[in-house]
Each structure stands twice: as structure tokens, then as C-alpha cells.
């Protein structure tokens, strides 16, 4: 396999260089095909790297680029953009841009993020708007759900290229030759939904050749794998996202109440703990960390603000896969051949 | 304590009377001021009333209402409201305007009994639409979240309204003087967000006197406790709300599966089941099932359709609250002092 290049924006996420640097030796030491560009301060990051004490097993897949500025994960986007040209965030992407990298991996601000890599790399023909999509599990897997955040405000022409694109990488990713697109909705009836989803779907009905659509999907079906890839639009999208992790931790608030209730049941709780841990493995995002924006000339992978070492890996991975198999060019030749279809 | 007459619609719900008549006597044995009028083909109520062999011990506070149709879970609105005029769910709320009850319950078709309330008991001056309201358990104890599912497309007027009447649900039930009302957007900055929120946004903003406004809270927080009322449009909430309802089921899904894995996770789940259980009950639907349809002149509660019948038992005994609380007149009272705000 040839080498594959990714430049990490080392000073992004929550935890910054305490977990970039330690999270790209884990990612080099387990994948003897890739090099990684660490971008960011420089005498930082060479503390890091010191402290870390790994350099020698992995010599010369690592270097450093050096950017001298930061973005906040509160930086107003307009200023991240056209103020900031050194941050570590605009130099990882830049990287990208350069062919310097095949990837790009950030934790900082998403938005920042989204506007950087879409004013630098831009989009795809034929795709107006970027996407954020992330892998959810599901009982029987996996599905595709975009967009997660990056666009408020969608036409149902938008929503019907996040199908196409959705469809593309739940092919390259999960090996579905024909995947099965979902729209989101409150309802499976036609007449259910806004506009916006309705126009969509209208577009999606006639798209046939193109996509094997299935039709609407309510919310409480996203982790039933009826789908394999759900589209929304950003505002949706992130909004069910989140609600799940809110819920997710309020479970856990109540889960470690109870087992703390007496004696008893702390011992019980002692004894489940195995197969708790496993079953909160199926849905412990840091395992499947790593959003991707599809529908740039280029690779970028977004990281959780406040993902840890090993969510800082699965997301370094993650780009190693889609560099692999090449989703952009994917997208690109799959939004191609659609003539007259929601892209006319 | 005044005897309290609800309406219930004995037809509605997935189970239909082999529910709702032994629920029924289960809140008359615990009510004492409780008469239950139960709405819907009369001999068939007869039967499922004498197989359950209480009657005498609830004697003289239950009636039946016959009604000749029943609304299908799936019928058109249009059709139900118009071609049903002696629907058990119609004749319910007909019970409700003409004051022979005091509260309607039922578990039919939501779309459609939210369009019959409408058309037969109006909403409150000053409020355009009613609105579809659930008491959210929260690690800090409830929140009532507004709008579920009535309203797909919402102006920031609509929004501000659902805000006073979530205001006045939240005071009213959980006895909070002041309750801190928050509106669910995508980030908690003032530029995230569409424009129907960012519109509400400045309504509640200018509006110190009538609502403690703590600005926009993203959805993981809705379950921290954070708020008291949050408040977003019905396409969003019903996306947030189901994404959950999806999210328990495939995670019940994955602890089964990891407790089932051999005879040791098998014996330990046996162990901790009690306080799983106990953990599940915080979270449970089923204990506090009960949708208010806020905003209109009566009362008006959905159960979940596929409410057993604990949970259709709670949703009566929830209505009985909301009567002896008389919610509508403190809606129309806080919307009458409401000038120039959001209601010029």
C-alpha cells in the first residue's frame, strides 16, 4: 500500500496537544502505511513529542509544520476565516490544497472548520453545499446520517445532493452496493413534514436509477438500521444528535444513582459492569469518532472538540479509509451523472 | 375536593378498550373524586367493563357516551375531522365543550385529534395555534418541552406563545414561581440558529416582565435540568423526542444482547436487574405518559398510542391534575397581560 499523508491540526479539540500528539503515534504505530504532518506550534509540539517518548518507533512518519496561530473553539467564524491565515487549522487544510496531505484532521471549531475548508478546497461540481455526516450505529450496523450541523437552512435540491453523497460513502464505507436513503420527517405519510422535505422527497421519488430511495423515516428509526443512509438537513440533523447524547448522559446520571443506592446494589452493579461496558461500547462515540465533510475537492475529518486519545485515533483512522477509497473523487463522478435530477 | 368528569376516547390507541376500560377503573379506584365518561361503541364497552369485573367497586362514577366511529390511527385529518362527526374522539371533546366534562383523554391519531380540538373548543385569545406539550424527565426532576409535533412550520410569534403557555405549565405543575424558559436551537452563541429562531430570540429577549428567558440551550442539555421550558417548533421536537424514543430502544437492544452473551452475564443481569430497572423507571414513558395540547379553551391530553395500562392510567391522572390546576384559565390569564410582545 502506498503511504498515505494526513495533516492534524494539533493545537484543535479541548485537550489540544496532550491529545493530538499522543493519538498520532498510537495511529502511526498501528498503521505502518502513514505519515502524519503535525500542525501547529512548533516548540510545543516538540515538548509533546518528548514527553511522549515514542518518537524513535516511529521515525520519519512525523513531522511538523509549524502555524502560529490558534482558532477558538468560540472564534467568531468571520474572523477564523479572513483573520487567522496561520492558524493550525488553515495550514493543516492548506496542506490538503498543496497535496501536501491527502487529509486533514481537526477537533477545533466546526464551524470555522467547515468555513476554511469550503473557501479553500471548494466543492465539488455539482454540489452547492458541503455536508457533515457522521456513521450512527444501528442494530444491524451502521447508517450514514447527514448533515449534522453544517447548513441551517437547506433547499430540497441540497437535501437530494446529501442523499447522493450519503449514498456514495455508504457504499465505499460499508460495502452496501445499492444503500437504502432515508429521508428524516415526523411522519411516513406524504402529506407529513414541511417543504422543504417535501420537495426533497419529490425529487428523490424520480431519482430511481440513481438511488434506491426508501422514503420517510420518522427519528426512532435512525437506530433500528431500516436505512443506510438518513438525510436531513443541518439544523435537524444536529438537534437529533445531540438529543441523543443528552439523553445518553442523563441514562448514565440515573444508572450510577441507582447502583450507588446501598451495598447490594453496588456489588450487582460491580458484577454487570463487564457486560455494561460492552453494550455501551456499541454506542460510545468515541469508537466510531470522526465526521466527515463530504463534498469538498478534499478530505477533511472532524473530530469531537472532546474526543480523547483513543477518539482521536478512530478519527485519524477514519481519514486513512477515506483516503483509501478516495470519497472525493467518488463524489464527484456519482454527482456527475446526474443530469436533469435536482442538479439540472 | 369537586368531583372531576373526564372524557376519555375508549376507542383510541393501538389496544383500544382492552386498555382503556381496565385503566379507566384502576384511576377511579385511586381518584375518589374522579367520574370517568367513556366514549365509544357502547356494547363493546359493556363487555370489556363487566370482563373486568370491578364495576361495582367504582359504581356511579363511570358512564358510557356511545359513539357509532372511530378515527383510524392512519385516517386522513381531513376526513376525521369532517366525515366523523360521531367518532369516539369527537364525541369526547364534544363532551368537553359542552361542558359535560371538565378534560378529554385519548390515544388516538394525534394529527387528528389535535385538529378536531381545535376546530371545536378554539384556542385562547391571543394564541394562534395550540401547542404539544411533554414533561421531559431531567436529572434536576422535569421540563416541559413544547412544540412536539403540532406545528411543522412555525413563525417566532408562534414560538413566543408556546414559550408563555410552557411558562405557565411549568409553574403550575411543578410549582416553580419563575421557571427559566430556554429556546432549542444548534449552538448557544446569538449568530446560531435559523431565522425563525433567532426571531423568537428577540422577542423573548424584550419581554423581562412576562418570562425568565435564559437564552438558546443545544439538545443535549434539555435533559440536564438546565431549563424549565424549552421551547422549538413541532417539526424539531418531535425529531428530538423520537430520536431518544430510538436511541433507549437500540440500546435496550444492545444490553440484552450483552447480558444474554453466556450464563455468567446472564447470572449478573439477573442480579442487576432491579436496579437497571429502577434506573429505566426514571426514564420510563409509561410513568409520565400524557401530552397537553396547550392553548386551547379545555383540556385536551394524548396518551401514546401504544400506551398499556399503566401508562393510560397516568395520562388520566395527569388530566386530573391539569383540571384541578385549571391550566386554560391560567394560559388565558398570562396571555391577556401579554401587549406588544410577540401579540401586537
Known sequence: MDNISIALDAMGGDHGLSVTVPASIDALERNAELNIILVGDEPQIQQHIKADGRADTVKGRMSIQHASEIVKMDEPLAQALRKKK?????????????????????????????????????????????????????ELGFCQMLDLGANVDC???QLFQFA?????????????????????????????????????????????????????????????????????????????LKSVEGVARVTSFFLKQEFNRNWYSKLTGLLARPALMRAAAHMDPRNYNGASMLG???????????????????AIEYAILQVEKDIPAQVKNRVSKLVNLGND
Open 155 to 157: 433547499t430540497p435540491k
Open 296 to 314: 469538498l475537492n478534499g478530505i477533511v475529518i472532524k473530530s469531537h472538540g472532546g474526543a480523547d486519545r483513543v477518539a482521536m485515533r478512530a
Open 86 to 138: 496561520d492558524s493550525s487549522m488553515r495550514v493543516a487544510i492548506d496542506q490538503v490544497k498543496a497535496q501536501e496531505a491527502k487529509a486533514c484532521v481537526s477537533a477545533g471549531n466546526t464551524a470555522a472548520l467547515m468555513a476554511i475548508a469550503r473557501f479553500v478546497l471548494k466543492t465539488v461540481p455539482g454540489i452547492e453545499r458541503p455536508a457533515i455526516v457522521v456513521s450512527m450505529p444501528t
Open 164 to 240: 447522493m453523497m450519503g449514498a456514495v460513502l455508504a457504499t465505499c464505507s460499508q460495502g452496501k452496493a445499492r444503500p437504502k436513503v432515508a429521508l428524516l420527517n415526523i411522519g411516513k405519510e406524504e402529506i407529513k413534514g414541511n417543504d422543504m422535505v417535501k420537495g426533497a422527497h419529490a425529487l428523490l421519488k424520480n431519482a430511481d436509477d440513481h438511488v434506491d430511495y426508501v422514503g420517510f423515516i420518522e427519528s426512532d428509526q435512525i437506530y433500528s438500521g431500516d436505512a443506510d443512509v438518513v438525510v436531513c438537513d443541518g439544523f435537524v440533523g444536529n438537534i437529533s
